[in-house]
């Protein structure tokens, strides 16, 4: 057997010294960092691990579409939570400026990690910490639990929520992939880590990322467990579901109702959209049995109650400091009539409630409600949703054609989320906040309709050029 030169043994050598260099200093850097911020460095090898999940069985291409957008969503998460940490005071809790309920979040998540740890707060602290009134969300608890077994960590809690915001991207588009192919799901990743206020929302405390995690976890478990291709992923996709159910309520109040709703609609939906005529009839019954069930008394004195706590909600919303709009008869606003609202109103007000909360949710910001700087440079991504509500409704109806089970459950989310929201809200910039819930849903659907509109354009195109040669050649 041929022996190595000493110039080809040397090389080996170096190679393997170059190497082990490297690793040294990987190590170094890692343990540097795990030192000063853990769950920095858990951040970036979780997102290593979910960039190859997310490229495995792409084409080459794809891969590299799919890498670039998310190395570069990282990347500007990433710019965004550096410079709150180097501008921020370091003896100071800070935040976002967009992000002031998430501020107040981060500091009772202090306050009762430091109950945990044996330290003693003042009792007012202690009192705000606990409190469990309106705001209470289990998310506090969540970020308190992180930072008590990875040390105190206030602006490295930005990047669990990034990372949650990333992994809703990411799994939906895979699932979206297989519905309705490569290039919808490639749109529809882009918008989900591109659209601005997607992007502010993921970098901030609120728990809104945690809430569409678990909406996502449950829809995407119970596709897995009607399509898993084993009982092993079955029982995951279960599993998955469990969990969504167990939590979402502590994250959000109604959020069970929400998810449950969704599940149950999509599931309903996927069978009836099996035949058209059944959809068609269902479609075409469904006002009627609505209106029915409504007249019962069972079924009214179950939604009266909720739908007053939604009006009065709104009222609220509309009290209190910002650009409100109102929904409701002008009696409702005032004072003296807030309590006799609860006897006085009418069917006809309530529907004309839920219409106009509906158009709102769809239509507000209108460009004349703007107000302040930030509602006008806000104009621009209000114009994009206006687009993806009128493509979402293309993209349903091509989705029942390619993935009926896919269409539904999104559609159902959707539908029961934008209720939820749009009878609850009466401030601009909360709606918007609170609506922004359902977008990571809605943007499959609309990048479904895009890639439908364009293929039928192309196809129309093609047509018509065929149309045209054979006429000349005729």
């Known amino acids: 057997m041929q022996q190595p030169t000493n110039y080809e043994s040397g090389r080996s050598v170096d190679l393997t010294e170059h190497i082990f260099a490297w690793m040294v200093v990987i190590g170094l850097v890692f343990g540097i960092g795990y030192a000063v911020s853990p769950l920095t460095v858990l951040f970036l090898g979780s997102v290593v691990v979910l960039c190859s999940w997310a490229r495995r069985g792409l084409s080459v291409r794809e891969r590299q579409w799919v890498l670039g ?9 990433l710019l ?18 967009w992000d002031g309920d998430g501020l107040y979040l981060k500091q009772r998540a202090e306050w009762i990690r430091s109950v945990w740890l044996g330290n003693q707060i003042v009792p007012l602290d202690y009192d705000r910490a606990f409190f469990r009134g309106y705001g209470w969300t289990s998310y506090i608890y969540v970020i308190a639990y992180v930072q008590y077994w990875l040390g105190e960590s206030p602006y490295g809690i930005h990047l669990l929520n990034v990372f949650l915001s990333l992994s809703v991207a990411v799994v939906l588009y895979r699932l979206v992939r297989k519905a309705y192919g490569k290039t919808a799901a490639l749109i529809g990743l882009a918008l989900s880590l591109f659209m601005p206020t997607l992007l502010l929302w993921s970098v901030s405390a609120l728990k809104e990322s945690l809430y569409i995690f678990l909406i996502m976890l449950g829809l995407v478990g119970t596709v897995t467990v009607v399509r898993g291709p084993s009982m092993t992923r079955r029982m995951l996709g279960l599993c998955a579901v469990i969990i969504s159910f167990a939590t979402i309520d502590g994250v959000r109040f109604g959020g069970e109702i929400v998810l449950g709703a969704g599940v149950a609609g999509g599931l309903f939906g996927a069978v009836t959209a099996r035949r058209l005529w059944v959809a068609v009839l269902v479609l075409a019954l469904l006002p009627f049995v609505g209106y029915r069930l409504m007249q019962t008394d069972v079924v009214y004195s179950r939604v009266q109650p909720q739908l007053q706590w939604l009006a009065l909600q709104h009222i609220g919303h509309v009290k209190t400091e910002g650009n409100a709009y109102k929904l409701l008869d002008e009696r409702f606003y005032v004072d003296a009539a807030r309590d006799d609202m609860l006897a006085t109103w009418t069917p006809t007000e309530q529907l004309r409630y839920f219409v106009k909360a509906t158009a709102s949710f769809i239509t507000v910001p209108l460009p004349w409600q703007a107000r302040s700087t930030t509602e006008i440079l806000f104009l621009p991504q209000q114009i994009i949703w206006y687009l993806m509500v009128l493509f979402a409704v293309v993209g349903s109806v091509s989705g029942l054609r390619r993935d009926p089970f896919v269409t539904c459950m999104l559609l159902a989310i959707v539908v029961v989320g934008s209720v939820a929201v749009a009878l609850g809200s009466g401030n601009i910039g909360t709606m918007v ?12 659907l609309s990048a479904g309709g895009a890639v439908a509109t364009v293929s039928a354009w192309r196809t129309r195109e093609w047509r018509r050029n065929l149309v045209y040669r054979a006429l000349v050649r005729g």
């Open 69 to 77: 957008l998310l190395l570069f969503a990282v990347a500007a998460r």
């Open 80 to 97: 965004l939570v550096a410079l709150l940490f180097l501008t921020a005071d370091p003896f100071e809790t800070k935040s976002f400026f």
């Open 433 to 444: 906040r609170h609506r922004d819930t359902v977008v990571p849903f809605v943007v499959w």
